[in-house]
């Protein structure tokens, strides 16, 4: 059982930066896959990075290139550090964990965070 607590959103103008944190409980952190999740109001939940247990990464192409996932398996804790922000960007976001090949997909997860209100004003 590994249980995830996300955490770093906030209220912040178009331009900023953020850093998300996700804390795992649990001693087989390294061996999962990490992902970062976003819900807008209305819309479904969708897919923004990951970090594969061997360190690779993933982005969507909507935060690719201002988005950096990051992990650090000694403190069983995964980053995403979030610059240029848009309104766009605004969403409750989730870290999730798992070990299935469907990184991008919220079913190749067992684990969620609560989430973490990020709101982006323009």
């Known amino acids: 059982q590994v249980q995830l607590v996300d955490s770093g959103g906030g209220l912040v103008q178009a331009g900023d930066s953020l850093r998300l944190s996700c804390a795992a409980s649990?001693?087989?952190?390294?061996?999962?896959?990490m992902g970062w999740f976003r819900q807008a109001p209305g819309k479904e939940r969708e897919f923004v990075s990951a970090?594969?247990?061997?360190?690779?990464?993933t982005y969507s192409t909507d935060v690719k290139g201002r988005f950096t996932i990051s992990r650090d398996n000694t403190k069983n804790t995964m980053y995403l550090q979030m610059n240029s922000l848009k309104p766009e960007d605004t969403a409750v976001y989730y870290c999730?964990?798992?070990?299935?090949?469907?990184?991008?997909?919220?079913?190749?997860?067992?684990?969620w965070g609560q989430g973490t209100q990020v709101t982006v004003s323009s």
């Open positions: 970090i594969l247990w061997s360190g690779g990464s």
């Open positions: 999730a964990g798992g070990r299935s090949p469907f990184y991008d997909l919220p079913k190749g997860y067992n684990y």
């Open positions: 649990g001693r087989t952190f390294s061996s999962y896959t």
